[in-house]
């Protein structure tokens, strides 16, 4: 199950490829389609592999990219806490 998810705002993308060169879990491909400016923006391939780690986030140039953790540590109910 994936630790992560990529979100890519394919208009601000200019098809430098770093998010996919530098993604260590290789979750990333230039797509064949084209944003309106005549690139063609990243998608997931893997999306399953994504480790929320956002590298690509962090080498990408145009903030086209970022990543989230999806597994974050369960809080406490707040609601079970005041029954005692
Ligand atoms: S968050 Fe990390 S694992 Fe996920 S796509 Fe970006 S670089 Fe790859
Ligand atoms: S690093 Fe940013 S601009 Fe470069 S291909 Fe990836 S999303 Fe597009």
Known sequence: MAKGRVS???ERC???GFCVE???SHVLALSSTFNSKGYHPPHAVHPEKCS???L???YCPDFAICATKTDAPKKADP???GDK
């Open 8 to 10: 890519i705002v394919v």
């Open 14 to 16: 200019k098809a430098c």
């Open 22 to 24: 530098f993604c260590p």
């Open 52 to 54: 929320g780690c956002d």
């Open 56 to 58: 690509c986030g962090m």
């Open 79 to 81: 609601a079970k806490e």
